[in-house]
């Protein structure tokens, strides 16, 4: 259902903005009985009201236990590639040692910067996932970065997939900085507002899932957020992921029925060894690197790609 679009101060318990503090917000519409709001200065969207901790912590066990979280954990070849190309495409700006991965799942990204000689731990929210990880031998910790307080600071912190799950932005990226050695790396990736499919596809868009997605960015409002939380981006650029068919098709079942019956028609055509093939796309994330600027805030625009 549409909701009737205003300019209105935000109500009461309403924050405003995280990346530009504007208090002013429009509704866009109603989806799986929870509202979309965009900010009206820096077009920022958000899901309003949101769950608790606790809500959140309880659909992650639950979603990983026998959800779609299932899945991800059972697509574990297409999930270390995408690790393995995420790690290659920020190497170039990480400083060698100590690797925080928050939002872990069961620590591929972990395994990754391990193998690559880092001394790499992480940190999630679902003790499900948590506990598979250190089945491996894994360093992880049930824990939101808020609440982690290890003995010592870290030389690159990744935040893949995690911004958009987060309570508040701000507090987080507060958080994610005073966990870093200063003038070192954060790296982030998020579903991006702006790309071409999700204007193609408005709010049918796959990323809009209100249960655990909260807040979308576009790469202006994003460097607005990093700014503001005195960080200096470094780099911009896509984010690929390496999908399998059958994965993807797996994701479009609960996500937007459309695509999933469109896939699945195709599907039917296409050989079963081609369904299983993984296969690198560009889904519609970005993914931005950026370093602590030691408390000083930098003067001037960052450009779309650095």
């Excluded at 460097?223 to 981006?233: A, G, I, M, N, V």
């Excluded at 992921?241 to 699945?264: I, S």
């Amino acid at each position: 259902m549409m909701l009737m679009e205003r300019a209105v101060v935000t109500p009461s318990g309403h924050p405003p903005c995280p990346c530009c503090n504007c208090a002013i917000l429009r509704p866009l519409f109603t989806k799986k009985a929870r509202d979309f709001w965009r900010c009206r200065r820096c077009g920022y969207e958000r899901v309003f009201p949101a769950p608790t901790l606790e809500e959140l912590k309880h659909y992650y066990d639950r979603s990983y236990r026998a959800g779609l979280y299932r899945d991800f954990l059972l697509a574990e070849e297409s999930k270390r590639l995408t690790a393995r190309a995420r790690f290659a495409q920020i190497q170039g700006y990480c400083r060698p040692g100590r690797w925080l991965d928050v939002g872990c799942s069961n620590g591929l990204m972990v395994q990754v910067a391990n193998q690559a000689g880092m001394q790499a731990e992480g940190i999630d929210l679902s003790e499900v996932a948590i506990l598979e990880g250190r089945g491996r031998s894994l360093s992880l910790v049930c824990s939101s970065i808020e609440d982690f307080h290890p003995p010592h600071r870290f030389d690159t912190i990744t935040c893949f997939d995690v911004l958009e799950h987060v309570l508040d932005p701000v507090s987080f990226l507060n958080a994610v900085r005073r966990l870093l050695v200063p003038g070192v790396t954060v790296c982030i990736s998020v579903p991006d507002q702006g790309s071409l499919i999700r204007k193609l596809m408005g709010r049918r868009w796959y990323f809009y899932i209100p249960e655990e997605h909260l807040h979308y960015f576009n790469a202006a409002n994003l460097q607005q957020l990093l700014r503001r939380t005195l960080f200096e981006p470094q780099y911009w650029g896509s984010a690929p992921k390496v999908l399998t068919y059958r994965y993807a098709e797996v994701q479009f079942h609960a996500y937007n029925p459309l695509l999933y019956a469109l896939l699945n028609m195709f599907g039917r055509l296409i050989p079963e060894a081609l369904l299983e093939a993984p296969v690198r796309l560009h889904i519609g994330e970005l993914i931005a690197v950026a370093r602590t600027q030691n408390g000083r805030l930098m003067a001037g625009s960052i450009p779309g790609h650095l």
